[in-house]
């Protein structure tokens, strides 16, 4: 089936730091990639996305390109603040089925 | 701005007691969806409304029921709530469905309580 595996465990670094967490998919067709962030007691908001192949997904500082050829999806910023603690989800649908398939999540907690 | 609102955002039960959980969104979108979110867990799909048409997944227990009368709103409802339905649980819509590449827009969720 469809399913999207992402980096175990929090990811606490400080302020100005380099971030990069890991997403790897497997899929039944040809997804689509997502990124969603989930501030303390919010729901998801789309974060970036890219739809095909070598697509790179570019918003607020955070980027991710679609690589086929290693089925990654890795997000990336250069200089994190105290604002983007927060838990990122990497999510996958395939083309002619709704679902997303999530990852488990990682916790970012960017210290001052 | 158009959005996805949920009311309210924390609600509170008593065990065995109905619930109804309301969404609505101004995006005119044809697809509304209903996830369970337990802490520190990804979104779990429910159900979605295609337009008017419902579409169950195949896991998701007998209790939980949606209802939407118009585009605009959607409600989950949770007919004899148990502690293990306390979560979190996610509103979203999309354009279209199937395309692979339609976002979802989420809403910022209704935290249930049990008791």
């Known amino acids: 089936g469809d399913s999207v595996t992402q980096m175990e465990g ?12 890991n997403c790897t998919y497997t899929a039944t067709g040809y997804p689509s990639l997502f990124w969603y962030v989930q501030y303390p007691g919010e729901g998801l908001q789309l ?15 955070f980027e991710a390109t679609y690589r086929k050829e290693t089925t ?41 | 701005d158009a959005m996805v609102i949920q009311n309210p955002r924390y609600q509170v039960t008593q065990f065995g007691k109905p619930v109804t959980l309301s969404c609505s969104q101004t995006l005119n979108h044809n697809v509304m969806y209903w996830y369970q979110q337990k802490s520190s867990q990804a979104p779990k799909l429910l159900f979605h409304y295609y337009d008017k048409d419902f579409n169950n997944e195949a896991d998701t ?10 585009t605009s709103f ?7 709530p148990g502690l293990g339905d306390a979560a979190m649980y996610l509103c979203a819509t999309s354009r279209e469905r ?15 309580t049990v008791l």
């Open chain 1, 10 to 21: 929090p990811v606490t670094l400080s302020e100005e730091a380099f971030l990069t967490i």
């Open chain 2, 61 to 70: 227990p007998d209790n939980f029921q949606s209802r939407r009368p118009n």
């Open chain 1, 47 to 61: 974060l970036l996305k890219a739809t095909k192949a070598d697509d790179k997904g570019s918003n607020k500082g």
């Open chain 2, 98 to 112: 199937g395309s692979g590449g339609d976002t979802q827009y989420f809403g910022p969720g209704t935290r249930l």
């Open chain 2, 74 to 80: 959607c409600f989950l409802d949770i007919r004899s």
């Open chain 1, 72 to 112: 990654s999806f890795h997000l990336e910023k250069g200089s994190v603040q105290v604002s983007d603690s927060a838990v990122y989800f990497c999510a996958l649908m395939v083309y002619g089925n709704n679902r997303l398939a999530f990852g488990k999540g990682n916790q970012v907690v960017v210290i001052p």
